[in-house]
T-cell receptor, first 116, second 113 residues
Framework: AQKVTQAQTEISVVEKEDVTLDCVYETRDTTYYLFWYKQPPSGELVFLIRRNSFDEQNEISGRYSWNFQKSTSSFNFTITASQVVDSAVYFCALSVEGGGADGLTFGKGTHLIIQP | DAGVIQSPRHEVTEMGQEVTLRCKPISGHDYLFWYRQTMMRGLELLIYFNNNVPIDDSGMPEDRFSAKMPNASFSTLKIQPSEPRDSAVYFC???????????FGPGTRLTVL
């Protein structure tokens, strides 16, 4: 079975600070995919990134960056120079290949509050 | 391109009533997923379909829940009879293939009194 742990329930920072959201996953499969989704106050789920288990390269997209480390089973998400619009709940998720397990296993989410 | 469409957006019903939630996936997507979000349990996969065939329904909480996908452009999630603990936001998502990005609908907020 798969498991995703987001230990940080809530994080509050002041605008322009950098913030890192932690994600630790568990799976026995060698081929898997990791995702981050954003859920703003309006409630929809917005896809941010997908990473497969064979690609450990870090990724940067504007103010967002992701650090994938298989050695620690972590897939952390950093927002640089945070803005109020970044306030949302962020979910890390995992999916494994094959075996009828194509659905996402989500972490409990981290509620990020950016104060002006 | 229209995204995933869900209806109704809000549903308030009384315990014991039948509830039907509807989803129209993105055209051309072979996979359709139903998730439930609650404060206590977070986001949980209920069931998913591949090419209209249910693949994994192990997340369906009880026999009161059933889901169908009669064709590639429509799916329903039915709760009969509904109970207050079924109150949650129900999301439908679709994806073009396995293990790719899932596109989520806006969700249906269900309240069972």
């Amino acid at each position: 079975a798969q498991k995703v742990t987001q230990a940080q329930t809530e994080i509050s920072v002041v605008e322009k600070e950098d913030v890192t959201l932690d994600c630790v996953y568990e799976t026995r499969d060698t081929t898997y995919y990791l995702f981050w989704y954003k859920q703003p106050p309006s409630g929809e789920l917005v896809f941010l990134i997908r990473r497969n288990s064979f690609d450990e390269q870090n990724e940067i997209s504007g103010r967002y960056s992701w650090n994938f480390q298989k050695s620690t089973s972590s897939f952390n998400f950093t927002i640089t120079a945070s803005q109020v619009v970044d306030s949302a709940v962020y979910f890390c998720a995992l999916s494994v290949e094959g075996g009828g397990a194509d659905g996402l296993t989500f972490g409990k989410g981290t509620h990020l509050i950016i104060q002006p | 391109d229209a995204g995933v469409i869900q209806s109704p957006r809000h549903e308030v019903t009384e315990m014991g009533q039948e509830v039907t939630l509807r989803c129209k996936p993105i055209s051309g997507h072979d996979y359709l997923f139903w998730y439930r979000q609650t404060m206590m349990r977070g986001l949980e996969l209920l069931i998913y379909f591949n090419n209209n065939v249910p693949i994994d329904d192990s997340g369906m909480p009880e026999d009161r829940f059933s889901a169908k996908m009669p064709n590639a452009s429509f799916s329903t999630l039915k709760i009969q009879p509904s109970e207050p603990r079924d109150s949650a936001v129900y999301f439908c998502a679709s994806s073009p293939s396995a293990l790719t990005e899932q596109f989520f609908g806006p969700g249906t907020r269900l309240t069972v009194l």
